[in-house]
């Protein structure tokens, strides 16, 4: 009877075999997790940076429109709104507003201002002041900010024109509503291969003065 043959070990051109496509199978394997990771981290950054942008629109917005108020109807706010025009960080606007709480004979006088300056995080942010409390940071990753002021000229309530502050020929007095365009950022880098590897995004936002069009 003939004996049966068996193996009795590997060929060194097997083996080199058996690694090269081993290195195949883990450098398409290594690409497939980087290439997901990076999905992920971009998408991840995309969803903060529209939830940074919608947020602080809703800031801005809240108050925005509260501006002018007044819980005694005889009492007037002296420039419910004011602004500067590229004075901030980035070359960016501030808006100054103002309002009143209290009782006809106990009336306080309140002024937020919204601004854009550099946070705690090493990030621009979009801050806010009350009165002379200390600024707070309120939202990261806003980079700039660019108010249009709406006057209306004609008294019908609705803009004319939108103009940045400090413009010629433009009174606060006539302004009914404000234009808004946030520059947003990404916290992270290593996102996109121009510039310094951040996804920007800008967010705009027209907001009706509503006591100035009672």
Known sequence: MKNKQYQTG?????????????????????????GSKQTYKMQENLS????????????????LRSAGYRECLTYIVPTSITGTNDTGLNTSDTVIIKMSRGLCG?????????????????????????????VQ??????????????????????????????????????VVSIRI??????ID??????GDGRIRRNFTSTIALRNRLL
Do not use: C, H, W
């Open 10 to 34: 590997l060929s060194l051109i097997e083996i080199m075999i058996a690694l090269l496509i081993g290195v195949f199978l883990l450098g398409g394997i290594l690409q497939i997790f980087i």
């Open 48 to 63: 903060r940076l529209q939830e940074n942008g919608r947020f602080a629109l809703d800031f801005l917005g809240k108050d």
């Open 106 to 134: 106990a009336n306080v006088l309140s002024t937020i201002t919204y601004s854009i300056q550099m946070g705690a995080g090493g990030q621009p942010a979009l801050f806010k002041k009350i009165n002379s409390d200390a």
């Open 137 to 174: 940071e309120v939202i990261e990753g806003i980079e700039n900010m660019q108010i249009f002021y709406g006057a209306d000229t004609n008294v019908d309530g609705t803009p004319n024109y939108y103009v940045p502050a400090g413009t010629v020929g433009l009174s606060m007095a006539q």
């Open 181 to 186: 365009t946030l520059t947003v950022r990404t």
């Open 189 to 194: 880098v290593n996102l996109t291969t121009t």
